[in-house]
């Protein structure tokens, strides 16, 4: 299943990214609005310190596995997947509950990843195509510094953004201009799931 459902956000990120190779999109419109606060939300991948106060038997440190769920001493295949730290860690002590009296626990995250749907992809000529956690106050110019900029067959002021929180858009980022000309008046703060459309250059 979780193959499956990769394999079907490929799919569909490779569909918009040919569709936006030959489409000029609206330039991005700031209404002036900050971005909103946002707890973190622990994702596959990530590393977690699991501490049950008196209890160092019980602690531990865990890796989300790829389905999302986690394993601790006492507690099998917890879902961590899209929960913050304190809502975890008030999971965990509800399962413990039944072996020690009132536990405390305190979950910490380390190696941080977030699910995918908080992710920031990027796709087209970036010279390293990737996804990356969504940290707040990311701005498109961290986006850029993380990839390594764009590749020389880029066509950098034509690429565009799909937003998908808040409801969907698509608009379009001047990154040639950001990266190279160092017009900071191109850049943007990013939300959790934009997803960065880079063309190739039609010349």
């Excluded at 590393?47 to 209890?55: E, K, M, P, T």
């Excluded at 899209?82 to 536990?103: F, M, N, V």
Aim: net charge negative.
């Amino acid at each position: 299943m979780y193959s499956l459902l990769r394999g079907i956000l490929v799919s569909l990120l490779a569909a918009v990214f040919l569709a936006a190779c030959g489409t000029t999109y609206p330039p991005f419109k700031d209404d002036g609005s900050p971005a909103p606060e946002r707890d973190y939300l622990i994702g596959p991948g990530d590393s977690l310190n699991v501490q049950v106060w008196r209890n160092p038997e019980v602690s531990t440190s865990v890796t989300v596995r790829p389905d999302g769920k986690i394993t601790t001493p006492l507690v099998e295949d917890v879902d961590a997947n899209g929960k913050t730290p304190t809502q975890l860690a008030r999971d965990i002590e509800k399962r413990l509950a039944k072996y020690i009296q009132e536990p405390i626990v305190t979950v910490m995250v380390g190696g941080f990843t977030g699910p995918y749907s908080e992710q920031i992809r990027v796709i087209g000529q970036a010279a390293r195509p990737q996804a990356l956690p969504y940290r707040q106050n990311m701005s498109l110019l961290d986006v850029m510094i993380a990839v390594g900029g764009i590749t020389d067959f880029a066509d950098g002021n034509r690429a565009s953004i799909l937003r998908v929180h808040g409801g969907r858009q698509q608009f379009g980022v001047r990154l040639e201009d950001l990266v190279k000309g160092g017009d900071l008046a191109a850049n943007l703060e990013m939300r959790p799931g934009d997803v960065l459309i880079v063309p190739e250059s039609l010349f």
